[in-house]
């Protein structure tokens, strides 16, 4: 089965532009999420879909948007780049959205996998 | 918001000794897991452990949620592990899919 796949792998901009990152789940999966990676931030939350609809969202402004499609592909854009925006962005998928949480202690959890990533460099 | 705190920040080791990372988390969790990040970047699954024991290989990881942490152990190291490791979780509270790292261990293997 294939893994999350991402496009582009790397990407360079200049301030001011706007880019689109786009990100394919592992078949059978509904959920995906997106993730920025800093050396200063670390690892953050930016949002969650699933049946095409946001259903989580971090701390981050309005210029990083993102939608997902019928298919569960999902996109995230990041307009009016800054030098900050520069990161390694991460999608992951999970079931969520797909298969009911049965309780018990681990219940509501999905485990989430990860695509390679596409590093974006804003100059 | 939940916290996640991993110790150690550094970690050198000789080829074939063992280790034992280790993840703190402030609040109760639905989902814990540890990923070890490759050099290209790509966060790799090796244990989705919101409780309980579980081993693969080399590695196993213990949760004990009632005491909110998780360990990693890593015996007979090799070159190969060296690397990004990292614990997440989502928070019994937020639920869904956010998960919430750490700040990750840096583990070096020397030949």
């Known amino acids: 089965k294939a893994g999350v796949t991402q496009t582009p792998r790397y990407l360079i901009k200049t301030r001011g532009q706007q880019v689109t990152l786009s990100c394919s789940p592992i078949?059978?999966?509904?959920?995906v999420s997106w993730y920025q990676q800093t050396p200063g931030q670390g690892l953050q939350f930016l949002f969650e879909?699933?049946?095409?609809?946001?259903?989580n969202k971090g701390n981050f402004p309005g210029r990083f948007s993102g939608r997902q499609f019928s298919n569960s592909r999902s996109e995230m854009n990041v307009s009016t780049l800054e030098l900050g925006d520069s990161a390694l962005y991460l999608c992951?998928?999970?079931?969520?959205?797909?298969?009911?949480?049965?309780?018990?202690?681990?219940?509501?959890?999905?485990?989430?996998?990860f695509g390679p990533g596409t590093r974006l460099t804003v100059l | 918001g939940i916290q996640v705190e991993q110790s150690p920040p550094d970690l050198i080791l000789q080829e074939g000794a063992n280790s034992t990372l280790r993840c703190n988390f402030s609040d109760s969790v639905n989902n814990l897991q540890w990923f070890h990040q490759n050099p290209w970047g790509q966060l790799i699954n090796l244990f989705y452990i919101p409780s309980g024991t579980k081993q693969n290989g080399r590695l196993s990881a213990t949760t004990v949620a009632t005491e909110r942490y998780s360990l990693l152990y890593i015996s007979s190291s090799q070159t190969t592990d060296s690397g990004v490791y990292f614990c997440a979780v989502v928070s019994q509270e937020t639920s869904g899919s956010r998960l919430t790292f750490g700040e990750g261990t840096q583990l070096t293997v020397n030949p």
């Open positions: 992951a998928s999970s079931l969520r959205g797909t298969v009911s949480w049965t309780g018990g202690v681990a219940g509501g959890a999905y485990e989430q996998f």
């Open positions: 078949s059978g999966h509904r959920s």
């Open positions: 879909y699933f049946s095409e609809t946001q259903r």
